[in-house]
């Protein structure tokens, strides 16, 4: 199987890739053109790939499209699972919507930029001068209840058709975030079945192939915060585990057709 990839750091495990810079993308064409498969475009080059090359490419279209931004990946998750997302309100950063946020949230309420991780671009809303630091900062207003919760929400890993792996994210004491990246710790252990199989069922509607999905528990309910595309591998790393091993398992499986069996000779008798 003939493999090309646009990011050597999620692939550099992977046996028998060819790695081309992004910008390098139309001058390599030809070699793009006899690869089987993509690996880890950049979401600019995802519809040339697609569309222009007719390209099978990993991670899914839907899960780069719909992961760049949280405006979509939020409309998406209402389409498919509207329950398990928190109420929000996605809104043009004017002053009659940044009224309306006031007149509507009550404090404290979450504010996110469109397009960040590993919890950057995450804000607690304690106040009005909070949130107007926040939307003078901001084109788009994308505005969450605030979840009570226990200091901690799970991280769960899809790769392929699985869940590759689940973990809690403890927050430090205090703080409101709890990404790794943030100062939270992991733990591995009594993960809720019932959240994977939330987790497993929204990526097979979306066609989510490789994304790691934060999940709140709140009241007893299960709630899709977000999903990261290009997750962080630092606690599965620890674990033992190979993201690496498991794409190329997905790839062989998904991509490579089966060899045919040789036929059988009867006998004469």
Request: charged share 20%; net charge negative; glycine share 6%.
């Amino acid at each position: 199987m003939k493999m090309v990839s646009f990011n050597a750091y999620r692939t550099i495990g992977i046996p028998g890739v060819h790695y081309i810079k992004p910008d390098n993308m139309f001058k390599e064409l030809e070699t793009i053109r006899q690869a089987d498969i993509v690996l880890f475009p950049e979401t600019w080059q995802a519809p040339a790939l697609v569309y222009g090359l007719k390209k099978k490419i990993f991670p899914s279209i839907e899960s780069l499209q719909l992961g760049f931004s949280k405006v979509e990946m939020t409309r998406a998750l209402w389409t498919v699972a509207p329950e398990h997302v928190p109420y929000t309100e996605i809104l043009a950063s004017t002053p009659s919507n940044i009224e309306k946020v006031l007149e509507t949230f009550p404090f404290p309420f979450v504010a996110k930029e469109v397009r960040n991780s590993m919890g950057k671009g995450t804000f607690l809303i304690k106040n009005e001068y909070d949130f107007y630091q926040y939307a003078n900062q901001n084109d788009v207003l994308y505005v969450q209840e605030y979840l009570e919760n226990d200091g901690k929400d799970l991280r769960i890993c899809v790769i392929g058709k699985d869940i590759f792996t689940a973990y809690w994210r403890v927050g430090a004491e205090g703080e409101f975030l709890h990404n790794v990246a943030q100062g939270g710790s992991l733990c591995f252990e009594f993960i809720p079945q019932e959240a994977c199989d939330l987790v497993l069922n929204v990526s097979k509607q979306l066609n989510i192939n490789h994304a790691g999905f934060d999940v709140l528990i709140s009241g007893g309910h299960l709630y899709i915060l977000e999903f990261n595309v290009l997750f962080g591998n630092m606690g599965i790393t620890k674990s033992g585990l190979s993201v690496e091993k498991a794409i190329y398992e997905y790839l062989l499986s998904e991509f490579v057709p089966p060899f045919p069996t040789s036929p059988t000779t009867k006998k004469v008798i």
